[in-house]
């Protein structure tokens, strides 16, 4: 029997829908909470291609809400102990395992050679770059997050509106799973939803999962739809290796979590924004931290007293 006969009795699929799954490339962005789901409803859906990121390594603290990794896998990349995974639940899958950051360099490449864009990092700075990307590229992304014992998954981009456009401004809490937790259930419901998503997409039911958004929290659903939300300005992210000689680079990591500052010349000021020195006339800011989070906020309040250009940088948990 066909393994996607199931799926293929659907008049939503049929043989025409299976072979628009099989010819689709997915990039996934993150091989954590959400992204363990993901990579089995569409590699069990028959997905033909899937380019895997992920800089992190299995943890036993991950195992609780990543069950597609086994006590072996510990200390493994996690794209290569999930392209392992993958390749034993559908061998027809390729699966290209990058155990890399996603950054503003190489994520307009990696956008471009994808049919769809599945953000399951859970990280401020990869959500927004990969946002930057797909909507310029026209590219769409299935973007989700997960806190505690809530979450959202929305789709953006590809013709609907960016995820700027319905998150313009810096989130007011900084937590994370680590911080916070999360209960392993709601993120694996949330990533399931994003692979949904992103089946609907390739087979081009209506309603169109762009312009949708799921919020679930303690156990409720609600649901919106953003078709109009209007577009928003704000600071970029920007990869190390784009910055310049001539740019004012404030880092704002105190010492003791970063002893090697962003640039031999930065300047180390973990309160910048409100005060401290301004750029000058025409001089680029780049405001570097670890998630990007700090740098968006300093960013919002040093516009408020200075107009010129300002960009972030998110050097992530190793760069120390």
């Not at 943890?59 to 990543?66: C, F, K, P």
């Not at 960013?299 to 998110?314: F, K, N, Q, V």
Request: glycine share 10%.
């Amino acid at each position: 029997m066909n393994r996607y006969a199931r799926q293929m009795v659907l008049p939503e699929v049929g043989a025409e829908g299976q072979e628009r799954i099989a010819a689709a490339h997915a990039l996934v962005v993150g091989a954590g909470g959400l992204g363990v789901p993901v990579l089995q409803y569409l590699a069990g859906a028959g997905i033909g291609r899937i380019t895997l990121v992920d800089p992190d390594t299995v943890e036993e603290s991950n195992l609780h809400r990543q069950p597609l990794y086994r006590m072996k896998d510990i200390g493994q990349p996690k794209v290569r102990a999930a392209a392992q995974a993958v390749a034993r639940l559908n061998p027809a899958v390729e699966i290209e395992a990058l155990a890399d950051r996603l950054t503003p360099l190489n994520a307009p490449v990696l956008v471009a050679a994808a049919n769809v864009v599945l953000d399951c990092a859970d990280s401020y700075a990869a959500s927004y770059t990969l946002s930057d990307a797909c909507l310029a590229a026209g590219k769409p992304l299935i973007s989700a997050s997960a806190l505690g014992l809530a979450g959202y998954v929305g789709g953006f981009c590809g013709g609907a509106p960016s995820l700027r456009a319905l998150f313009p401004d810096p989130p007011d809490s900084g937590q994370t799973c680590a911080t916070a937790g999360v209960l392993g259930p709601v993120v694996g419901m949330l990533g399931c939803i994003q692979a949904q998503m992103a089946l609907r997409l390739l087979l081009g039911t209506t309603p169109s999962p762009l312009g949708e958004f799921i919020r679930f929290d303690n156990g409720r659903f609600t649901q919106f739809r953003f078709d109009a939300a209007p577009e928003a300005d704000g600071p970029r992210f920007i990869a190390r290796e784009d910055i310049r000689a001539a740019d004012l680079v404030i880092d704002l990591r105190p010492e003791d979590e970063a002893p090697r500052k962003a640039t031999p010349d930065a300047l180390r000021i973990p309160g910048y924004g409100a005060a401290g020195p301004l750029p000058d006339p025409g001089q680029r800011v780049v405001l570097a931290c670890r998630s990007g989070l700090r740098s968006w906020r300093a960013a919002d309040a040093l516009s408020r007293r200075w107009s010129g250009e300002i960009t972030l940088l998110a050097l992530g948990d190793d760069d120390r």
